[in-house]
T-cell receptor
Framework: IAGITQAPTSQILAAGRRMTLRCTQD?????MYWYRQDLGLGLRLIHY???????GKGEVPDGYSVSRANTDDFPLTLASAVPSQTSVYFC???????????????FGEGSRLTVL | KNEVEQSPQNLTAQEGEFITINCSYS?????LHWLQQHPGGGIVSLFM???GKKKHGRLIATINIQEKHSSLHITASHPRDSAVYIC??????????FGTGTRLQVFP
């Protein structure tokens, strides 16, 4: 693994199903983020984690949950998918989430999710 | 009004032209990021800056903290520069705020 990896790259899902998007980084970054990208809108933060063991809500958290059991992994779960969750999801990381020295942003390749 | 505004939204250019993309923001920041996203592709960090100017190859990024403005310049543009360029700021409250992007197409 080099950098930040997301899986799956693409998924079609029936409404009501549970889905977990995986995100792994090997840079020992403290901060990790999940964004969704929709046409005409900027990246919107779903959830974030500034360090292993802690998570926080972003601007569009409803219907999503995350966990941060260790530094490397930050999975995003849709407990019961709805069509409005059709989007491209990006996981990202940075050295830190707070303070003056947060470092560059690194993004995964994205996961395209379609909920029917 | 969005806290991060980019202009133009869309830009077309001929190969070899000098290109400027602008980003204005309305909050206090600790850093500003320029990102690149190719069609159907992932997002790559081009620059992170908090003052002055940075250069990487044909790309130059500048920031004026007093005016709350940053520019991304591409010299001698090439069709492979065609992408969406995204400006993002990290606010003083550690919030990352993204612009909606500038779509650039460079024609041979």
């Amino acid at each position: 693994i080099a950098g930040i990896t997301q899986a799956p790259t693409s998924q079609i899902l029936a409404a009501g199903r549970r889905m977990t998007l995986r995100c792994t980084q090997d840079m020992r970054h403290n901060a990790m983020y999940w964004y969704r990208q929709d046409l005409g809108l900027g990246l919107r933060l779903i959830h974030y984690s500034n360090t292993a063991g802690t998570t926080g809500k972003g601007e569009v958290p409803d219907g999503y949950s995350v966990s941060r059991a260790n530094t490397d992994d930050f999975p995003l779960t849709l407990a019961s998918a709805v069509p409005s969750q059709t989007s491209v999801y990006f996981c990202a990381s940075s050295r830190s989430g707070t303070g003056a020295n947060t470092g560059e942003l690194f993004f995964g390749e994205g996961s395209r999710l379609t909920v029917l | 009004k969005n806290e991060v505004e980019q202009s133009p939204q869309n830009l077309t250019a001929q190969e070899g032209e000098f290109i400027t993309i602008n980003c204005s923001y309305s909050v206090g920041i600790s850093a500003l990021h320029w990102l690149q996203q190719h069609p159907g592709g992932g997002i790559v960090s081009l620059f992170m800056l908090s003052s002055g100017k940075k250069k990487h190859g044909r790309l130059i990024a500048t920031i004026n903290i007093q005016e709350k403005h940053s520019s991304l310049h591409i010299t001698a543009s090439h069709p492979r520069d065609s992408a969406v360029y995204i400006c993002a700021v990290r606010s003083n409250t550690d919030k990352l705020i993204f612009g909606t992007g500038t779509r650039l197409q460079v024609f041979p």
